[in-house]
């Protein structure tokens, strides 16, 4: 299998996110392998949009562990309330953060991060690890970033964690 995920600059941004869902959803289409499947899923959104960084923690053992990504190396353990990723596992809802050093109990992984989004994988009420991705400008993320990242996640959870 060979697929292009980049992306064509002239169009908006949530063009460039729906042509992406176009390609995305038969790239997992009846995967079962969750760590095959989100590691792909970390390719595709890096090639697509150029994120600096981009990749999954996944809820182990009462804390988030670091999953599947691409970037730099990062945390390896989150507890659940700290920083962006745990904020966003205890509350259940996307974190959009413009600036991360504005944000209480930001953990820096990473100097170069500037701006994250964080999305939660919720299955059956129950939060099964995040989606976070983060950039090395202010203000990356917006409303439009936190739809289409949300609809990304929700692909991800029909394929990895609905019975079939």
């Known amino acids: 299998m060979e697929a292009s995920f980049k992306q064509d600059n002239k169009l908006n941004k949530a063009e460039r996110y729906q042509t992406f869902l176009t390609q995305f959803a038969p790239l997992i289409e009846g995967e079962k392998n969750e760590i095959s499947v989100l590691a792909n899923a970390c390719a595709a959104l890096k090639e697509a949009f150029d994120f600096f960084w981009v990749g999954f923690y996944l809820v182990h053992n009462g804390e988030l562990h670091l999953g599947p990504f691409q970037g730099s190396v990062a945390c390896y353990r989150i507890k659940k309330g700290r920083g962006v990723c745990g904020t966003a596992w205890s509350e259940a809802q ?24 964080v999305v939660p994988i919720i299955v059956n009420g129950e ?21 289409y990242l949300e609809k990304v996640v929700g692909l991800l959870i029909r394929e990895l964690y609905s019975p079939q």
């Not at 996307?94 to 989004?117: K, M, N, W, Y």
């Not at 939060?127 to 739809?147: A, C, P």
Request: proline share 4%; aromatic share 4%; hydrophobic share 35%.
């Open 127 to 147: 939060v099964k690890g995040v989606l976070d991705i983060d950039s090395d400008q202010l203000n990356t993320f917006d409303e439009t970033d936190r739809i």
């Open 94 to 117: 996307t974190q959009v953060v413009p600036d991360v050093d504005q944000f209480p109990g930001h953990i820096a992984c990473s100097s170069l991060s500037r701006s994250e989004i």
